[in-house]
């Protein structure tokens, strides 16, 4: 009966670590579509482009922005 209890807290043990897994996975994953793809690097160029014009943001943080948004647009390729 012992061996019965443990061989079920153990499957239960590893439902819990695929579940865990899948869920860092779909997490840690980002579907987008060419087209969606496409549309953010334009959102970006733009920003770098005209978005100092804007004067929301000083010319530091425009730059910082702007090396982030690099970041993100060299993951999407």
Not at 15 to 42: C, G, P, Q, R
């Amino acid at each position: 009966m012992w061996i019965l209890y443990i061989v079920i807290l153990l499957l239960v043990i590893v439902v819990i670590l695929l579940a865990l897994a899948l869920y860092l996975f779909a997490k840690k994953s980002l579907f987008l579509s060419d087209k969606e793809k496409d549309f953010l690097k334009f959102v970006i160029d733009i920003f770098r482009d005209y978005g100092d014009d804007l004067g929301v943001q000083s010319k530091e943080q425009h730059k910082q922005l702007v090396e982030e948004l690099e970041k993100i647009k060299k993951k999407l390729k």
